[in-house]
């Protein structure tokens, strides 16, 4: 249980597009949904925590006008790259947070999105 | 300021022995703490957690140990195995289904 979808797992864009990214919790309902970014030999950076049907809450730093989040319903979390630059190049990660009886809580992971602007 | 802190970032061990990777916090509120292995290219998998209520907890060759007046966890896992060989993460949150703050990675390499 617990499985969390992201699409696409790679994707290249060219300058000045916008991409979006999808976060899908297939099993459970995902109140929170967390995005994260990660550099090559980094750790993840958190960019924001998104709540379904509320706007999200974005952490110091991130661009939110860049960095677009839906969370339209318990299930579906999207993130959307405005206007991609090279420098936006990096590799996404969603999360969605989750609850049980066995062990509290948990974060299962997507696989993550490649993504490359040329 | 990092809250979460993997001061080794790589470690390497012989297959069968035991790997200990580390994590230090300074945060005092945290109170659920998290293992996740993680491959080039793909999403963090979910290794075992533990809760600040607990010193221990076990998970067949993983083991987390939590000593909170040292702010510090450690996992052990024993026997270590080539297939562990990945990076390892720890995290922490605050409260439940609170955001995970991430150290910065350890690369377990286990040699055959």
């Known amino acids: 249980g617990a499985v969390v979808s992201q699409h696409p797992s790679w994707v290249i864009c060219k300058s000045g597009t916008s991409v979006k990214i999808e976060c899908r919790s297939l099993?459970?309902?995902?109140?929170?949904m967390f995005w994260y970014r990660q550099f090559p030999k980094q750790s993840l950076m958190l960019m924001a925590t998104s709540n379904e049907g509320s706007k999200a809450t974005y952490e110091q730093g991130v661009e939110k006008d860049k960095f677009l989040i839906n969370h339209a319903s318990l299930t579906l979390s999207t993130l959307t790259v405005t206007s991609a630059h090279p420098e936006d190049s990096s590799f996404y990660i969603c999360s969605a947070s989750w609850s049980s009886a066995e062990v509290n809580y948990g974060y299962t992971f997507g696989s993550g999105t490649r993504l490359t602007v040329v | 300021d990092q809250q979460v802190k993997q001061n080794s970032p790589s470690l390497s061990v012989q297959e069968g022995r035991i790997s200990i990777l580390n994590c230090d916090y300074t945060?005092?509120?945290?109170?659920?703490f998290l293992w996740y292995k993680k491959y080039p290219a793909e999403g963090p998998t979910f290794l075992i957690s533990?809760?600040?209520?607990?010193d221990k907890n076990e998970d067949g060759r993983f083991t987390v140990f939590l000593n909170k007046s040292a702010k510090h966890l450690s996992l052990h896992i024993v026997p270590s195995q080539p297939g562990d060989s990945a990076v390892y993460f720890c995290?922490?949150?605050?409260?439940?289904?609170?955001?995970?703050?991430f150290g910065k990675g350890t690369k377990l390499t286990v040699n055959p």
């Open positions: 533990i809760s600040s209520i607990k």
């Open positions: 995290a922490a949150s605050q409260g439940g289904s609170e955001k995970l703050v």
């Open positions: 099993d459970f309902q995902a109140t929170t």
């Open positions: 945060n005092s509120m945290f109170d659920y």
